[in-house]
């Protein structure tokens, strides 16, 4: 059996574009000063060099000539030697200032250069913080990948396990390979319709009912034992066969719902699916509870029943196909169901056994075309019609079709060329609406029973009945409520 074909994920791009990262010299710009006292001696000692030194040239080149030395210290020099002292201590001051002023730039400069080293260096840890931030991502996008390629390698094994145990020749490893596969459709999404496929083809496969009796008859000795091994054989089967079945029901009756949402609660018999199309109902899933399998396509053209429960079944969109069905001895029910989706029945052969349709409720569209009842009983007892059911081209044969009690809201019954060959259809306590369109008229009626009695027709309805009582061989049996009621 191949694997399902389910792609892993896309792989994310995983490119990382980071720009380059300045350079920026790790040491800090430092300032070199003396003290402000060693600073102001050294430039007032280098003044007084200075000068010193060119009033030696001064002398020099003047031939250095001879100073005259009064006897008295006048007015005018002495005024003159305290205008050459303030003039000194002016320059000292004056260079003093020059100093301190010369400091102060240079700390400013330097402080300047510390905010500029500053921000390269903020500039570059917002850098370097990008960068680690894209590494993350990147490396959580690779975790990310590995993990959906390993959950995908898992679902493939499990797969693969369970396909096998499927196809074993022992039931109960059979069993064990259903509950997998169901278990598996419960926890990957993308390769749930597949497992559902596998499912449903085992259904499909060439199926012989056991035979009914006691197997002591079937003889003694060698080929008595193999008669009997072939017996057990079929009843194991038919075991795991109702397995599948009860799996597909109950994924489509969450086990959550409440009582209100239950076919045949108290004061709610029908469930509008309408209603229930796209909610949350249709798809939510409880700790602990099945998930739902609401709009996948169940295949199950050309199976053979020998009794099944699909009872309480809530289809609130997708596809059931039963088309070329075959429904034998045993009791098939889908008493209490809500078809809201589509289920086709086309082509089916309803012989030997009891379906029950009771109480369900149809608000999709159900598809009868070319089925054949042959000795068959098919009930839709105390059932509502809200949508579209097609009876078009069906067979009835010796086989008995009840409408007893049954609700034609709306939509449309149609039975289009349908033959009634023999058996019975019973209608007898319906209720017509005046939104509904029944063509009885549209069918071919060559025998048997046709029972209306005591119907509740609304004005307005569309109830077209062909004249039963000129009908060679036909049985038309109908009463209406004012002569039952006298």
Not at 109 to 136: C, G, I, M, P, Y
Not at 193 to 218: F, H, S, W
Not at 431 to 457: C, H, K, Q, Y
Request: with cysteine; aromatic share 10%; proline share 4%.
């Amino acid at each position: 059996m191949e694997l399902p074909a389910v792609q892993p994920p896309t792989r994310p791009d995983l490119g990382i574009k980071v720009g380059p990262v300045p350079v920026v010299e790790s040491t800090v710009p430092a300032l070199r000063l003396w003290s402000i006292r060693r600073s102001i001696a050294l430039v007032v000692v280098a003044a007084l060099l200075i000068v010193g030194a060119m009033v030696a040239g001064a002398l020099w080149f003047a031939g250095w000539p001879s100073v005259k030395k009064d006897a008295a210290v006048t007015s005018s020099t002495l005024f003159e030697l305290l205008k050459l002292v303030f003039a000194v201590v002016a320059g000292i001051g004056g260079v003093a200032a020059l100093v301190v002023a010369y400091r102060r730039q240079r700390v400013a400069e330097h402080t300047n250069l510390l905010a500029e080293f500053s921000h390269q260096l903020a500039h570059a840890a917002d850098l370097r913080a990008e960068v680690t931030k894209a590494l993350a991502e990147a490396a959580d996008k690779r975790a990310m990948v590995e993990t959906e390629r390993n959950g995908v390698r898992l679902f493939n094994e499990r797969f693969a396990k369970a396909s096998e145990q499927i196809g074993a020749e022992k039931a109960a490893v059979r069993l064990a390979g259903v509950y997998a596969m169901a278990g598996l459709a419960d926890d990957w999404e993308e390769g749930r319709q597949t497992c559902i496929d596998v499912l449903c083809a085992y259904l499909r496969m060439p199926y012989v009912p056991p035979l009914l009796g006691n197997e002591k008859d079937v003889g003694q000795g060698s080929k008595g034992r193999a008669r009997r091994q072939e017996v057990r054989d079929a009843l194991e089967e038919r075991e795991v066969r109702r397995t599948v079945i009860g799996l597909m029901r109950d994924h489509l009756a969450p086990l959550e719902a409440s009582l209100e949402l239950q076919p045949g609660g108290e004061d709610n018999l029908y469930i509008d699916a309408s209603l229930l199309r796209g909610s949350e109902f249709a798809s939510r899933r409880a700790p602990g509870r099945l998930q739902s399998w609401q709009g996948h396509y169940f295949n199950l053209d050309g199976a053979v029943f020998d009794g099944a429960d699909f009872k309480g079944m809530i289809q609130v969109d997708g596809k059931f196909s039963f088309e070329g069905a075959k429904f034998l001895e045993g009791r098939t029910s889908f008493a209490g169901s809500v078809f809201g989706g589509y289920v086709s029945f086309a082509g089916a052969q309803f012989s030997g056994g009891r379906v029950s349709f009771e109480d369900v409720k149809i608000d999709g569209l159900v598809s009868f075309r070319s089925a054949a009842f042959v000795g068959s009983e098919v009930s839709f007892s105390h059932a509502k019609f809200c949508g579209e059911v097609g009876f078009a081209d069906a067979v009835i044969s010796d086989g008995r079709l009840f409408f007893d009690s049954a609700v034609f809201d709306s939509g449309s019954v149609l039975f289009t060329e349908t033959k009634f060959e023999g058996g019975a259809v019973v209608f007898d306590g319906a209720w017509f609406g005046r939104s509904v369109n029944v063509t009885l008229d549209e069918a071919l009626f060559m025998g048997g029973v046709v029972s209306i009695r005591w119907p509740l027709v609304d004005e307005g309805a569309w109830l077209y009945l062909p004249p039963l009582a000129e009908l060679p061989g036909v049985v038309a049996e109908i009463a209406h409520r004012e002569q039952a009621a006298s």
